[in-house]
């Protein structure tokens, strides 16, 4: 849990000493170095504190955040995934929205209040200020605003950005999640072990596999591209008539599209090696690093890892003219067939269970590298790592380019149109958004209201689909005899979630959305599907905020969880 304690415009002491002139790799040298040096200055200052310095707008500005981390948190508690995943796949980015999303931490710190590792001695943390709650609900209209840490937006990509995005990058991501998504699901129908083992992780992959295809969507239907082409040739007729050539302004969106083309293959292999072979072929993971090697094996199933496998090293080769060497082995040892090739991998690797590990683990370090070594895992991997090595240098290459055209061009902008109020890209830093309770129109003669009620959970619960749509017997109990308490709304009704036009991106799931007197009315947790464009083009008539209605979660705490002891903590308005 880090509290921002101190924020600073450090953009002199970063980039103030560079020249004009200098070339992106003089750049990143003079800039890199400065903040190094700044940072510790800072953390002298500030002991016990954590100190980043981001950049925003394309590294032309920088602030130095201050944070006071504290590392003991504890789970309070948590609704049923009936409740707080309510929905599930189906729903999500979908409005209207029945979930109730939320969960309740506890952080615990030293006696004196400061940031201490865990011990039985420490003591809950006591805030200097916090959020009081609102119950007197929402209204269309209503003012409400959002603070919180989205985590990145690219508001100032251009159409070439958006042409590599549209035909190369989410095409792949959309169908290499898609293929491993299908695996993952028919093992986790069949068996409820697997279900919880892999419940997170699937839901991880299908979150960011439904934003590309929602983004794609959104990108096509609103014709972003074809604005982002409108301002770059305003842009550039700007800056060869206004700007001089040393400052590079007129060389930036040329920059930008050598930047896509040059190493458009060998981006495109890079995202497949990753996401193929890195992220879906989980075994690879124990090669190239696990953090916490006994939690990787509890939700690991050497079964499902192996027929994830088996479909990816079939479509990489179906997709991809660089093949990993792994591939000639293939050929030459197992005919080129790569389903023989993943038994006999998974057969003889002495790392799919966490038992065969700690067996090598044990030995001594001379017998424990051979045994890593020898592998038949190692041998992958190494394939996998080689190619990444050979493709590496045309994508450094490519990517110093994008840095310089981005920069200048994000600043050209800025001094093109100097009385407009700019607004930098996310980068997890605190950012607040403000906007008004509003329903929306996805399409013709279709309107959506501003809210949901207990009345479409029930509506919407299916035996068929009992993942999804399960609804607790203890809320129908509830829902029958409308206990609701004074979380009802003027009409009698419960409501469980809301819209408002705020800007929001991933990162901002939990933000505490505010009414006009800074009260706690909501928290936020998802956007809409008719916009998912919205991180590369804010759609303010389309964009919506979806949160989960206060009232909501303090029902379920008090009402449906019996914990209402945790509300005497609370300032409830």
């Given amino acids: 849990m880090r509290f921002v304690r101190h924020i600073f415009d450090v953009t002199a002491d970063i980039v103030g000493n560079i020249p004009s002139t200098a070339s992106e ?10 903040k190094q040096a700044l940072i510790a200055k800072l953390e002298g200052e500030h002991p016990n504190m954590q100190v980043i310095i981001p950049g925003f707008f394309g590294n032309n500005q920088f602030f ?3 944070y006071e981390v504290y590392t003991d948190i504890r789970l309070v508690g948590t609704p049923p995934s009936s409740i707080g995943k309510f929905g599930g796949d189906t729903d999500n980015w979908m409005w209207p929205r029945h979930t109730g999303d939320f969960s309740i931490f506890r952080v615990y710190a030293g006696k004196d209040n400061r940031p201490a590792a865990y011990s039985e001695e420490n003591v809950p943390y006591k805030a200097e200020k916090w959020l009081n709650i609102s119950l007197d609900g929402i209204e269309e209209g209503d003012f409400g605003m959002i603070m919180g840490f989205p985590g990145s937006t690219e508001r100032y ?8 995005m549209l035909e190369v990058d989410n095409p792949q991501r959309i169908y290499i999640r898609g293929e491993r998504q299908a695996i993952l699901r028919e093992f986790m129908d069949a068996d409820q072990a697997i279900r919880i083992q892999y419940d997170a992780k699937y839901a991880r992959s299908a979150n960011y596999w439904k934003n590309s295809i929602g983004m794609s969507r959104g990108i096509e239907k609103l014709d972003v ?25 007129v060389d930036a969106l040329a920059l930008i599209e050598q930047s896509q083309s040059e190493a458009r293959a060998e981006n495109a292999t890079l995202q497949y090696l990753s996401e193929a072979f890195m992220q879906s072929v989980e075994l690879t993971q124990t090669m190239l690093g696990v953090r916490d090697i006994e939690q990787f094996y509890k939700d690991y ?19 991809n003219d660089r093949l990993p060497s792994i591939y000639a082995k293939i050929d030459a040892e197992f005919g080129g067939n790569s389903d023989a090739y993943v038994d006999w991998l998974y057969d003889n690797s002495q790392l799919t269970s966490l038992e065969k590990f700690n067996a090598i683990k044990d030995m001594d370090k001379e017998a424990r590298e051979a045994a890593f070594n020898n592998d038949p895992l190692y041998e992958l991997t190494n394939s996998i790592i080689e190619l990444y090595r050979e493709l590496a240098p045309a994508v450094m290459a490519a990517n110093e380019k994008f840095s310089e055209g981005h920069r200048r061009y994000i600043a050209g902008l800025m001094k093109m149109q100097p009385e407009k109020a700019w607004a ?19 399409a013709d003669g279709i309107v959506y209201q501003h809210y949901t009620t207990i009345e479409g959970v029930m509506a919407k619960e299916d035996p068929s689909n009992p993942v999804e749509f399960t609804v607790p017997e203890r809320l129908k109990e509830l829902y029958r005899a409308k206990d609701y308490g004074r979380y009802a709304d003027k009409n009698g009704d419960l409501p469980v979630a809301f819209l408002v036009n705020c800007d929001i991106t991933g990162g901002n799931s939990g933000s505490p959305v505010m009414n006009d007197k800074g009260e706690l009315i909501g928290l936020a947790f998802d956007g809409n599907w008719e916009a998912m464009s919205g991180d590369v083009a804010f759609e303010p008539e389309l964009q919506r905020t979806i949160a989960v209605d206060i009232r909501y979660v303090l029902f379920v705490v008090e009402k449906y969880a019996g914990a209402g002891w945790l509300l005497n903590e609370l300032t409830i308005k």
């Fill in 25 to 34: 790799q003089e750049f990143i040298a003079i800039s890199s170095a400065n």
């Fill in 64 to 66: 130095a955040f201050i």
């Fill in 157 to 164: 990509k251009t159409s070439y950005e958006i042409d590599y």
């Fill in 225 to 249: 591209r074809s604005k982002k082409a409108a301002q770059e040739q305003t842009f550039q007729a700007w800056a060869e008539k206004n700007t001089l050539p040393e400052e590079r302004y």
């Fill in 301 to 319: 199933n050497a079964d499902v890892d192996r027929a994830v496998a088996k479909r990816m090293f079939t479509i990489y080769r179906e997709n």
């Fill in 424 to 442: 930098s890209d996310a980068n997890f830093t605190i950012r607040l958004t403000y906007g008004n309770v509003l329903p929306y129109s996805p």
